[in-house]
């Protein structure tokens, strides 16, 4: 722990006063970090969403950065940071840290195809996508990462429909298979462990593409106190809800949780998940189950 401290007071902190996050956000506590740790020399892109609307994106004394900072439309910014690294390394500067920091649901959506793409094509920038499960445009809508039975304001509770149907679409193991030179999972709720994941994947993001795949759980958008955003970050990762792992040199490397904090526990709590009848959970935590039975088989081969 005092080696992740010393780490991380050492940098200067370069996001300013004017950044307007909501209380408990976990994409904020996320981005703090990684721009402390990429330090002044480093540009990013950011989509529309939650960050871009938290004062990160403004001009002079309203924005909430110390470095560069591009808004990029329609959630592609995966292509932007791309064509920025390029524009770096053709006029000398590779050493530049070029960011792209997205999420809010998009990524997964709108913004699939260009991290795809950025992902194939081996671009050296460092993707990172915080997922907060849906999106929060205008309330919280549903997205394809989503957890399973969750409710939103797309995909309400009824008599018909009892939240999303579809499971969620595990990203960090679409990325695996472009065979990047960097992934990793990471969770405010273990900071050493996130500082030495984005320390690993900035270095990698010179070689080639790296990707941080960062859980961010929302209290305005799941109906939880705003104090307990560390709390359910860690639940998610003791159920195996969003397990910690990386993928480097081809091979996945999976960090089992010492204790494992059943489905059932891990929702309580929480308002998108209040509605959970038994048949519901048990469809969760089988889901749950199948992916980490896959990861695990992975993790071995």
């Known amino acids: 722990m005092a080696n ?13 006063k004017g950044m ?15 721009i402390r740790l ?3 020399n480093t540009v990013m892109m950011i989509p529309p969403g939650c960050m871009a609307g938290s004062g990160v994106i403004g001009s002079e004394d309203k924005t909430g950065m110390k470095i560069p900072v591009t808004i990029s439309l329609l959630d592609n910014p995966a292509s932007m940071a791309a064509g ?22 998009a990524t997964a959506d709108a913004g699939f195809q260009a991290l795809s793409g950025a992902a194939e094509r081996g671009e050296k920038i460092l993707y990172i996508c915080y997922d907060n499960e849906g999106y929060m445009n205008t309330g919280y809508q549903r997205s394809s990462t989503t957890s399973y039975g969750s409710r939103t304001s797309t995909t309400p509770i009824g008599s018909v429909l009892k939240g999303k149907p579809q499971p969620s679409k595990f990203l960090p193991l679409i990325v695996m298979m472009h065979n990047p ?20 994947a900035l270095e990698a993001s010179k070689r080639g593409f ?24 860690r639940g998610a990762v003791q159920s195996n ?43 969760l935590q089988s889901e749950v189950d199948r992916r980490m039975a896959l990861l695990e088989k992975l993790a071995r081969d």
């Open 4 to 16: 992740y401290l010393d780490k991380f007071i050492a940098q200067d902190d370069l996001m300013t």
């Open 241 to 283: 809800l969003f397990p910690l792992m990386e993928y480097e040199n081809g091979k996945l490397i999976l960090k089992k949780s010492s204790k494992k904090l059943p489905i059932a526990d891990y929702i309580k709590g929480v308002t998108k998940f209040k509605h959970f009848t038994q048949e519901m959970i048990d469809e």
């Open 20 to 34: 307007s996050a909501c209380k408990g956000c976990g994409a904020e506590m996320i981005l703090r970090r990684v």
């Open 181 to 200: 030179e960097y992934m990793a999972t990471i969770s405010p709720s273990n900071m050493p462990d996130m500082v030495n994941k984005i320390e690993k």
């Open 84 to 105: 920025v690294s390029r524009m770096y390394e053709h006029a000398g500067r590779p050493d530049v840290n070029v960011i792209a920091f997205a999420g809010d649901g």
């Open 210 to 233: 790296a990707y941080l795949h960062a859980f961010s759980g929302c209290p305005t958008g799941w109906g939880y106190a705003e104090n307990l955003a560390i709390h359910y970050s």
């Open 38 to 40: 990429a330090g002044p």
